[in-house]
């Protein structure tokens, strides 16, 4: 069942969910990370966050300093924001090693240019 906040954001903006869903071609990492040649931007996005949840990729590590500037890594089970990624997934995501959760749709994103007006 649908809210009534996202029922008005669909009404209000149909080309903002058409975006969404429209199926598109996937450029080459994504399309070796998907196993797939197209799929809508909400499937991609829905895939790199199972492929996240699935390898336990959550509550990455946190850096800490100590004496003499050694880095010692400490993990922190309890920050769920932040993502360790490994190497198929920094492929995707400009070869970060780290990345925020809050920062994740925008990096995929940029996987998909927004069409020429005509």
Sequence with gaps: MLTP????AITDNPKKLADLIDLVNLPTTLRE????SQTSRLGCFKRVWSYIKENNLQA?????????????????????????CDE???GILLGKPRVDLAELPTLMKLHFPKKQKS
């Design 5 to 8: 906040k996202l029922k008005k």
């Design 33 to 36: 990370f998907m196993g797939q």
């Design 60 to 84: 990455c590590p946190s850096v800490t300093l100590a004496m003499y500037s050694a880095i010692l890594w400490t993990k922190d089970p309890n920050n769920k924001n932040i993502v360790c």
């Design 88 to 90: 198929k997934l920094k």
